[in-house]
């Protein structure tokens, strides 16, 4: 029996894990749960599961918690603190799903236990990668990519061989837009934007498939994990969603990873790594599929492309300005601020106002998020007069 900690429960991505490790309760033993603020989510999730413990990041709603879990032996916590000394239990697993750099401490600490952890947000690897990987080099710690599109890699790339590598592609779906003109593209509401064709997501993240920023993070990732030149990886677009990414081998030969639009199957990968694990998920249905397409990405509409790879080109700051940035833009295109093409304009610009030394430890990598939220949110407040 393997023991689980999921950092972010409730999102997305914990309900997945959540709902793969209930369906095995022979081989998972849950030690804590974390959440933000959804006492409800996490209580009931933290009943079912038997948890050692369930925090809520937000102490003010510790008392509502305590109540919900009144007659369990469930540990209750809350405060930033507890969410960072559940990563420090020493979970055999340890899923890493907390939205934003509010994420950052708490995977350092469950990589510094030398542990699996199962990196499912962006800012570990984008905006503290070099320190992320450093603390993972010195515990002995194993990272598993969560995102479907670096799973793929990961099950297809030769980690004893990368020589062998000539490139790695990661598909894009390309979002709702993908056939949209430029002129139509001004007028997207919010519902539109959330609205993606394939998948079922968050706001936040449904937002950035929509820019294609998510791809351009997702570059930085890949650049991260694989051990390949930054020119070797490349984007393109399969509107289906079935390939989620192909690694191009120097004899010619490309393997790609293939699965249904369920971000239950990338992370039943990672749950069962170096085994499989069984998921509700129907086979694959090629004949109903029927076909696959690709194209390459259009980079005038998708201005979000070029400023993630210049980001990853000059390294040191820029893929935390660009990560810092791009959230403060997000939330105020879905709080009705900002219109949707201005989203990748106020990380441009935020790009341009604020060039700080390289972060040295995580404590600089906090410091410039901050500063190039500061930094975009006054470019928001000029959009929004």
């Known amino acids: 029996m393997k023991t689980v900690t999921i950092l972010g429960a409730t999102g997305s991505v914990g309900s997945s894990t959540l709902d793969l490790i209930e369906r095995e309760p022979d081989a998972f033993q849950v030690l804590a749960l974390t959440a933000h603020r959804d006492v409800n989510k996490l209580a009931?999730?933290?009943?079912?599961?038997?948890?050692?413990?369930?925090?809520?990041?937000?102490?003010?709603?510790?008392?509502?918690?305590?109540?919900?879990?009144?007659?369990?032996?469930?540990?209750?916590?809350?405060?930033?603190?507890?969410?960072?000394?559940?990563a420090d239990l020493g979970a055999d697993i340890t899923m890493g799903a907390i939205v934003g750099c509010a994420g950052l401490e708490p995977v350092l600490a469950a990589i510094n236990q030398g542990r699996t952890v199962i990196i499912a947000n962006k800012e570990p690897l984008v905006s503290a990668g070099e320190i992320v990987l450093a603390a993972a080099e010195k515990s002995g710690a194993t990272l598993l990519p969560?995102?479907?599109?670096?799973?793929?890699?990961?099950?297809?790339?030769?980690?004893?061989?990368?020589?062998?590598?000539?490139r790695i592609?990661?598909?894009?779906?390309?979002?709702?837009?993908?056939?949209?003109?430029?002129?139509?593209?001004?007028?997207?509401?919010?519902?539109?934007?959330?609205?993606?064709?394939?998948?079922?997501?968050?706001a936040k993240i449904s937002i950035d498939s929509a820019t294609m920023m998510n791809k351009g993070l997702e570059l930085i990732e890949a650049a991260r994990l694989f051990p390949v030149p930054y020119d070797a990886i490349e984007i393109i677009l399969h509107r289906q969603s079935v390939i989620h990414s192909m690694v191009e081998?120097?004899?010619?030969?490309?393997?790609?990873?293939?699965?249904p639009p369920d971000m239950r199957v990338p992370i039943a990968s990672c749950l069962a790594w170096p085994d499989r694990m069984t998921t509700p998920m129907?086979?694959?249905?090629?004949?109903?599929?029927?076909?696959l397409d690709f194209e390459a990405p259009d980079a005038a509409r998708f201005p979000a492309l070029r400023l993630a790879?210049?980001?990853l080109d000059a390294g040191g700051a820029?893929?935390?300005?660009?990560?810092?940035?791009?959230?403060?833009?997000?939330?105020?295109?879905?709080?009705?601020?900002?219109?949707?093409?201005?989203?990748?304009?106020?990380?441009?610009?935020?790009?341009?106002?604020?060039?700080p030394p390289a972060p040295g430890a995580l404590a600089d990598?906090?410091?410039?998020d901050g500063e190039a939220r500061r930094v975009a949110a006054e470019r928001v407040k000029d959009c929004a007069q």
Not at 249 to 259: H, I, K, P
Not at 365 to 368: D, E, K, Q
């Open 44 to 86: 009931e999730a933290a009943i079912r599961t038997r948890a050692k413990r369930a925090v809520v990041a937000d102490e003010a709603c510790l008392g509502a918690l305590r109540a919900a879990l009144a007659g369990t032996d469930i540990v209750a916590a809350g405060g930033a603190q507890a969410v960072r000394d559940s």
């Open 146 to 166: 969560a995102d479907s599109e670096h799973n793929a890699i990961f099950q297809c790339f030769d980690v004893a061989r990368p020589s062998r590598v000539r």
């Open 169 to 202: 592609i990661l598909t894009a779906s390309g979002g709702p837009f993908r056939d949209w003109s430029l002129d139509r593209m001004r007028e997207v509401t919010v519902a539109q934007a959330v609205a993606h064709p394939n998948w079922s997501m968050g």
């Open 249 to 259: 081998y120097v004899d010619g030969s490309t393997l790609a990873q293939l699965g």
């Open 282 to 291: 129907a086979p694959l249905d090629l004949v109903k599929i029927g076909r």
């Open 309 to 311: 790879r210049e980001a």
């Open 318 to 355: 820029r893929p935390a300005i660009l990560n810092a940035a791009n959230e403060i833009a997000v939330a105020a295109f879905l709080d009705g601020q900002v219109g949707f093409l201005e989203i990748a304009a106020i990380v441009e610009d935020t790009l341009g106002r604020y060039d």
């Open 365 to 368: 990598v906090l410091a410039v």
